[in-house]
């Protein structure tokens, strides 16, 4: 099994900035992608920002010019940078991995999520 863990969220004001981290470990082969979504309540969950190993990135265009995700490969690590924060950003943020496990299966794991909360 694949283990997601997500963290740093938190209560900040708008303009303001945030950190999320996230790692995947447990019976790992390969990690494809690692990637951040987020969901208010009532609302579907959307797509936040994705980066393949390969450094490919994707990022919703509500997102794009103020968050920045990045990965270490070798611990199965991403990051979100949250800056210029607004409170439309409030959410719960889910981190995502997808990959080859040791059983040479391919898994999609996420997260418990992480509570965003942009004040105004």
């Known amino acids: 099994q694949v283990q997601v863990v997500e963290s740093g969220g938190g209560l900040v004001q708008a303009g303001g900035s945030l950190r999320l981290s996230c790692a995947a470990s447990?019976?790992?082969?390969?990690?494809?992608?690692m990637g951040w979504y987020r969901q208010d309540p009532g609302k579907e969950r959307e797509l936040v920002a994705t980066i393949t190993t390969g450094g490919v990135t994707n990022y919703a265009d509500s997102v794009k010019g103020r968050f920045t995700i990045s990965t270490d490969n070798a611990r199965n690590t991403t990051w979100l940078q949250m800056s210029s924060l607004k409170p439309e950003d409030t959410a719960i943020y889910y981190c995502?991995?997808?990959?080859?496990?040791?059983?040479?299966?391919?898994?999609?794991?996420w997260g418990q999520g992480t509570q965003v909360t942009v004040s105004s």
């Open positions: 995502n991995a997808n990959g080859i496990n040791s059983s040479f299966r391919f898994f999609v794991s």
């Open positions: 447990g019976r790992i082969l390969r990690v494809n992608a």
